[in-house]
């Protein structure tokens, strides 16, 4: 069947990434009989340097029209480029903001899963990786402080700046729904996490994340402040299934959880709404560190890209596929820089798709 695709290159080593990820999606078309028509679609700097601002209607359209989006990263360094003299609205993190607010992607599904060949990667002792873990992190994506009203205004000659956290009582339960869901798929078991003992935004998602767990009786739920979450995630990280989160908290905490899986290279995450479409992309960055050096690790985005397969696509098999490749490519030893141990073999970027291609 012929699928359409959207691909995102975006900025730093997001166009590294992506070429191995289609590199991936090309053998899977070879093997299973599929075509992809894929469309390129122009987010954040790499749109700035074009247009003029980091998100078109035209490039809206082209990712409303086709039946997922792959992305790579975008931004820059804000220290030297050109993208953050310009106002905040106009930088390339306001595109992607814009993207995943015009196609209403409001669940965000970050899976942090340690493999047992990474375990030498991780940083916690072996007696706290145990037999190891597989968590998901389920963020909301469209609400709470990115999308609150903010301005910075002079109150009797001070700098003032105000950033608001709001959250309605729809925006809430559907994203707990989504959570609930996916842990009646998983171990059945749902953490919430907020800071209820400061901030009425989580009192109010704490009382609807009850009512929609009433809907979930085999399911347990635990609520869990912020800040003691942030601590349990290195202290038992196995002690998780499914963490319930808003925006801000799930993006701080699952950058500390891909760490436990050895390295943020590693961390996938699909982007989803009401209906089958979703934006697939890395957890991470763009990495202007090390870009343009073959040395990010392009396993993030390999495994978005099998989530697409499998969420937006219906292509169970083929994304069991890409997955099985993955796992067979870090058993033989290969590694990037950023998941490096003693006795592995160093690879680049370029060599990591290949190999995983060549095992699909
Ligand atoms: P980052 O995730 O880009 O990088 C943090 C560290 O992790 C760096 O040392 C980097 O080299 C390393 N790293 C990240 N991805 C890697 C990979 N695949 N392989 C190996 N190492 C990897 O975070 P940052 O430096 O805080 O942000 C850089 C830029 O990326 C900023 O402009 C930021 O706004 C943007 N950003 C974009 C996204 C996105 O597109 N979804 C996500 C996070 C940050
Ligand atoms: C992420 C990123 C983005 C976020 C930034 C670049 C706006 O950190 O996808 O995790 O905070 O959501
Ligand atoms: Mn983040």
Redesign the pocket.
């Known amino acids: 069947m012929n699928y359409n695709i959207s691909l995102i290159p975006?900025d730093?080593?997001g166009p590294e990434?992506v070429a191995e990820a289609k590199k991936a999606l090309d053998k899977v078309c070879e093997k299973y009989g599929h075509s992809f028509s894929y469309s390129e679609v122009l987010l954040g700097g790499a749109s700035i340097d074009v247009h003029g601002v980091p998100l078109t209607e035209e490039a809206i359209a082209t990712a409303k029209a086709s039946d997922a989006v792959l992305m790579g990263?975008?931004?820059?360094d804000?220290k030297t480029s050109p993208w953050y003299k310009l106002e905040p609205s106009k930088r390339?993190?306001a595109g992607?903001l814009a993207i995943r607010k015009a196609l209403n992607l409001f669940a965000n599904l970050r899976p942090a899963y340690l493999y047992n060949e990474l375990r030498a990667a991780c940083p916690l002792r072996d007696e706290i990786i145990g037999d190891g873990f597989d968590m998901i992190i389920v963020r909301e994506l469209t609400g709470g402080l990115y999308f609150g009203e903010r301005k910075t205004i002079e109150e009797n000659g001070v700098a003032k700046a105000i950033d608001t956290l709001s959250y309605n009582e729809n925006e809430i339960r559907r994203i707990a729904i989504k959570a609930f869901d996916i842990a009646m798929k998983r171990r059945k078991k749902v953490t919430s996490v907020d800071k209820a003992n400061v901030l009425d935004s989580s009192r109010l998602w704490r009382k609807v994340v009850e009512e929609v767990a009433k809907d979930y009786p085999e399911v347990t739920l635990e609520h869990m402040l912020v800040d003691n979450c942030a601590m349990q995630l290195v202290r038992d990280p196995k002690q998780f299934d499914v963490i319930l989160t808003e925006n801000m908290f799930g993006d701080i905490l699952s950058d500390e959880a891909s760490m436990v899986t050895g390295?943020?290279?590693m961390l996938s995450s699909a982007s989803l709404n009401e209906t089958k479409f979703g934006l697939y992309?890395?957890s991470?960055?763009?990495?202007?560190?090390?870009a343009g050096q073959n040395k990010?690790?392009p396993i993030?985005t390999i495994l978005s890209a099998a989530m697409m397969l499998r969420f937006s696509l219906d292509l169970d098999e083929e994304a069991n596929a890409v997955e099985a490749a993955v796992q067979k490519v870090l058993t033989a030893g290969y590694r990037?820089g950023?998941i490096m141990s003693e006795g592995c073999t160093l690879v680049g970027t370029k060599e990591m798709g290949d190999l995983i291609a060549k095992e699909i």
């Not at 990263?73 to 820059?76: A, F, P, T, V």
């Open positions: 975006g730093g080593i990434i990263s975008i931004g820059g804000a390339p993190e992607l390295s943020i290279g992309e890395p991470h960055g763009s990495a202007p560190d090390i990010a690790n993030a990037t950023d």
